[in-house]
């Protein structure tokens, strides 16, 4: 049925073009120059396609035959899309033909055919998203109102809307101001003229793309991933257009019309949309175009310069206590159905119903839904949230997950500034900065506070602890990858880590998660995938892989690295490290300090003269650079027998990390409180009394195998 | 022992990438050994140097480049007399005036001088912008329009503004892009990669991996020199296989040794000496670390780098 119409559609237009021809032909003889002005591509969309230049009417007579091959009548979809290419390039001969003899055949406020230096002009914002899309607007709106407003939401957007039809004497009729500069171009009033904008697609891929002239499959790639354009056809949508639309949907372009007699759907293709008011929303969607959001509507500033801020008790309006009321902060993975985007709730009062100075609950879910979204990024998202908040003039914000405390400052509330702005900063940099993985993204802020009550123990604190409980099971055996990262080669250029579920960045900054997103968000950036496909000793963690992977990343300064050895091949450090564990040898256990401990440790060094052998990118065997957090994982020098050759830690350090220390030496050794056995500086900073303490609390090191 | 030679042989090569049109051309590039190595293989390109010109003409420069330029008043001028200075391979137009934080010259009115400039000399041309991302963003897309056929590089593309200029200077007209980052391999390598996936051809790159006076943080830009042609030519990494320029003018001329008057410290000897001094030894080593071009001013650095290069290359 669809395919019927559009080998009707072709056959007619096919068969007024081989007219067309044939009159002008007999009219001016075969050798009469055709061709368009200000090109150098003479019929640009036959050329493009075949790399046949036409350049007499006796040429473009020989190229119909050639559009006669691409008219096959399989009843395949693929048959009818070829035929819409035909269809296109017939309308290219007829519009070249309008041309003879140097005429103008377009006069104000039409274009018809488009110059090549527009071309690359236009083709700059169009690399760099400022121009983020080009719609083709086709046929008569159902009132001129509704066309203008669907022409005036894609110009608010940065989108070039070129006009084909009726829909230029209704944008005329309202009085709409029209012309390249403004971003709005009517082609011409024949259907024929659409060509003009593929004739710019086209040029764009021969320009930009280097795509050789003839080359049609690296043609049909390129318009359909580089080329963001997308039709909107208006009913009646008779068989020319509907053939019109195949060559444009073989070019990559999805057709969106409100035509719904004799026209079934082509799923991503050809899409029914009834109310005009939708085509923006599910155009956009269809092309996939995400709007840049160059400006935060909030009647406060918005910069990193606002980061620091402190709001004081009595400069500010009002506050939000997690430690005190109940209060939360959450991004949630939603289906791209689900997600209305740039939608803003307020549920409960806004800040002018709140008593002046008064303590809150507040709860903000914001959801968000994209092709490449998944839920390890969320607590990634959520760990900005920080960020962006305190980058609001006169707001500051400090904690997080149920723990988060917001204060808006008078000065700030004076300004205007309300609840639905943190909505709207939460949004857009939300969409700015992570655009790589969120499509769509809508924000609720409750501060109802028996919703925020509900919302913390019924929504929020179950995703917290699934997060945990993923993050616990997640051990270098369940992933397929480990990650590369060289964020501090910069001042240490021989240095890479890398990052596993169980051994975090040596900073203690760059968990796994954080490397997975860093790598999806910016994929030739500092993370890179490193496969874990060819072991060679499983207990020392060490993978042909790896040492490929820190072979190239170090370019060639580090050959071989394991995962779990301090002696054999250790992992180098930057000097960005939280903490250095080094070897000691008359209790054959070993040593850590923290950054933060100023005092001496067993090993008669300082942490500066720990790191001084530890940093810097050099294997020194018997000393490594790691993040607090590894200090407790299983796989901590597990090739030398585990966290049970730990014999010494500062004492703040021993607080910080016992008890996820203790639980993993119950889970490994079956050892209670195995901290207790461990020394500190209270108990000795010599090597003979800490082997004496050592000793006494019966510490496992002791009866060890020799590390040397 | 007798001495037995063995050449250090890679299997890779620095790209080639000529700028100019027409018989006056220059290549970057090409070597497939360590700057000077000549020991190794025989070099197939030497080391180029351009002369550094500005929109702001003679405004603040030193005594001896005033003197060099003397009866040259229009741009035009300036940029025969650069072009014919001896060891000048080519003329480098930097669009200082254009920065939004000093005089704030409108694009209208560079795009005057570029045009002035083009129209004055057939040798090949470097435009460097004014430094301001944003500014360059827009800037530098005319210049490459400016200057079609002329085959220039646009000096220069960075991280936050490469889509823009890279696509115009790389897809739209055809010149050579210049991609800047600071001093740092890996962001010179992820630019590379990015600029490329733009669709802009690798060969047509040619990287300023950033640079500083002598002894000014000057360590940093050895060991990036360094590395980078370790890694292009011993790890055959083609997204660091682009030829390497340094500007080094803009940051010589700059820093107090040339900047302070002789009245200030007269201990240090005349002014012009001290700038000629200062730009010859950074031009020198970066030479030695890698560059394969230098941008120069004065006269007299152009003459001594030249001849360092004849002795060396």
């Not at chain 1, 607590?379 to 405390?405: S, W």
């Amino acid at each position: 049925m669809l395919i019927d119409r559009i080998f009707n559609g072709n056959d007619a237009v096919y068969g007024l073009t081989v007219q067309a021809v044939d009159g002008a032909i007999a009219q001016h003889g075969a050798d009469k120059a055709v061709g368009f002005p200000h090109t150098a591509y003479c019929l640009p969309c036959y050329y493009a396609v075949t790399g046949v230049k036409v350049k007499t009417l006796g040429e473009m007579k020989e190229a119909l035959g050639v559009v006669k091959t691409l008219m096959t009548r399989e009843q395949q979809l693929d048959d009818a899309l070829m035929s819409g290419v035909a269809t296109a390039l017939c309308a290219e001969f007829i519009e070249a033909l309008k041309y003879l003899d140097g005429a103008e055949p377009y006069s104000e406020p039409c274009y018809g055919h488009l110059a090549d230096s527009i071309i690359r002009e236009m083709g700059v914002p169009l690399v760099t998203g400022d121009i983020p899309g080009v719609a083709v607007i086709l046929g008569s709106a159902p009132t001129a109102k509704e066309g203008v407003d669907l022409i005036k939401s894609y110009q608010a957007q940065g989108i070039l809307v070129t006009l084909v039809g009726g829909i230029i004497d209704q944008a005329q009729e309202l009085g709409l101001k029209m012309g390249y500069n403004v971003r709005i171009v009517p082609l011409g009033k024949e259907v024929t003229s659409v060509i003009h904008v593929v004739s710019v697609a086209l040029r764009a891929a021969l320009i930009f793309g280097n795509v050789t002239p003839g080359d049609a499959a690296s043609l049909l790639t390129y318009t359909k991933d580089r080329v963001p354009a997308f039709v909107n056809a208006f009913k009646p949508v008779d068989d020319v257009i509907l053939a019109a639309g195949a060559g444009a949907i073989k070019l990559g372009f999805p057709v969106i019309t409100n035509e719904d007699e004799n026209v079934e759907e082509v799923p991503g293709a050809l899409i029914g949309c009834a109310n005009v008011a939708d085509f923006n929303k599910v155009s956009l969607e269809a092309r996939n175009i995400k709007i840049k959001i160059t400006k935060i509507d909030i009647p406060v500033a918005f910069a990193s310069a606002f980061e620091g801020e402190i709001i004081r008790r009595k400069d500010m309006q009002v506050e939000f206590d997690g430690s005190r009321v109940d209060c939360a902060e959450l991004v949630q993975t939603r289906e791209m159905s689900e997600v209305e985007d740039h939608k803003i709730t307020v549920v409960g009062p806004e800040v002018d119903e709140m008593e002046f100075g008064s303590k809150n609950s507040i709860a903000y879910v914001v959801e968000v839904a994209g092709k490449k979204m998944q839920p390890d990024f969320e607590p990634v998202i959520e760990r900005k949230f920080h960020n962006y908040i305190n980058c609001i003039e006169g707001v500051y914000h400090t904690g997080q997950r149920d723990m988060q405390r917001i204060r808006i400052g008078i000065e700030a509330f004076n300004a205007g500034f309300r609840i639905k702005h943190i909505g709207e900063v939460l949004y857009s940099q939300v969409k700015n900065e992570f655009d790589a993985v969120v499509d769509k993204c809508q924000v609720t802020i409750y501060t109802d506070p028996a919703e925020c009550t509900r919302i913390r123990h019924e929504v929020a604190i179950p995703v917290f602890d699934k997060r945990d409980e993923r993050l616990d099971s997640l051990t270098d055996e369940s992933v397929d990858v480990y990650y590369s990262c060289i964020l501090c080669q910069a001042f240490s250029p021989s240095h890479v880590c890398v990052v596993t579920p169980e051994r975090l960045g040596l900073c203690g900054a760059v968990s796994w998660l954080d490397a997975k997103a860093t790598n999806q968000l910016d994929p030739a950036g500092p993370c890179q995938v490193i496969t874990k496909e060819r072991p060679i000793d499983e207990n020392l963690g060490s993978y042909e892989d790896v040492d490929e992977a820190v072979q190239k990343f170090s370019q060639g300064a580090l050959e071989h690295v394991t995962l779990y050895s301090i002696m054999q091949d250790p992992m180098t450090s930057c000097g960005c490290f939280e903490c250095i564990c080094g070897i000691e040898p008359f209790s054959n256990g070993v040593v850590i300090a923290n950054r933060e401990y100023a005092g001496m440790t067993p090993l008669g060094m300082t942490f500066p003269e720990m790191a001084s052998m530890t940093g810097g990118g050099v294997q020194t065997p018997g000393f490594m650079g790691h993040g607090k957090h590894f200090i407790s994982s299983k796989k901590f020098m597990k090739a030398e027998g585990g966290i049970e050759r730990i014999v010494w830690m500062p004492k703040e350090l021993k607080e910080t990390v016992a008890e996820r220390l203790n639980k993993t030496a119950k889970e490994l050794y079956g050892i209670d409180n195995f901290t207790d056995m461990v020394g500190d500086e209270s108990i000795a900073t010599d090597p003979e009394a800490l082997v004496e303490f050592l000793t006494e609390k019966g510490h496992p090191a002791l009866s060890m195998d020799p590390m040397m | 022992m007798p001495f037995n030679q063995k050449p250090q042989k890679f299997n890779a090569k620095i790209n080639d990438v000529t700028i100019g049109s027409g018989d006056k051309t220059v290549t970057f590039g090409g070597d497939c050994t360590f700057p000077f190595y000549s020991f190794d293989a025989e070099s197939e390109n030497s080391p180029k140097i351009g002369v550094e010109i500005s929109d702001m003409g003679l405004e603040g420069v030193s005594e001896g480049i005033k003197a060099y330029y003397e009866g040259a008043t229009t741009m035009g001028e300036i940029a025969q007399k650069a072009a014919a200075m001896e060891g000048a391979d080519f003329v480098a137009l930097i669009l200082e005036g254009g920065d939004p934080n000093g005089v704030n010259k409108s694009i209208d009115e560079l795009i005057e001088v570029v045009k002035e400039v083009a129209a004055a000399v057939d040798c090949p041309l470097v435009v460097e912008g004014c430094k301001n991302v944003e500014k360059d963003a827009e800037l530098l897309p005319k210049v490459a329009e400016a200057l079609q056929g002329r085959n220039a590089l646009i000096l220069s593309e960075k991280e936050e503004n490469y889509k823009a200029i890279g696509a115009a200077a790389g897809l739209a007209y055809n010149q050579i892009v210049g991609a800047e980052s600071a001093v740092d391999i890996n962001l010179a390598k992820q630019l590379n990669v990015v600029t490329t996936q733009l669709g802009v051809d690798a060969k047509k790159i040619v990287m300023n991996i950033g640079s500083a006076a002598a002894g000014y943080g000057y360590e940093y830009v050895v060991s990036t020199m360094d590395r980078i042609k370790g890694a292009a030519l011993g790890q055959n990494d083609n997204m660091l296989q682009m030829p390497i320029i340094t500007p080094v003018s803009a940051e010589t001329w700059n820093v107090k040794e040339a900047t302070a008057s002789e009245k200030d410290m007269p201990e240090w000897g005349p002014q012009d000496e001290r700038g000629i001094d200062m730009e010859v030894e950074t031009a020198a080593a970066d030479l030695a670390a890698g560059s394969d071009a230098v941008i120069l001013r004065h006269p007299e650095s152009v003459k001594t780098i030249s001849k360092l290069i004849k002795a060396l290359a």
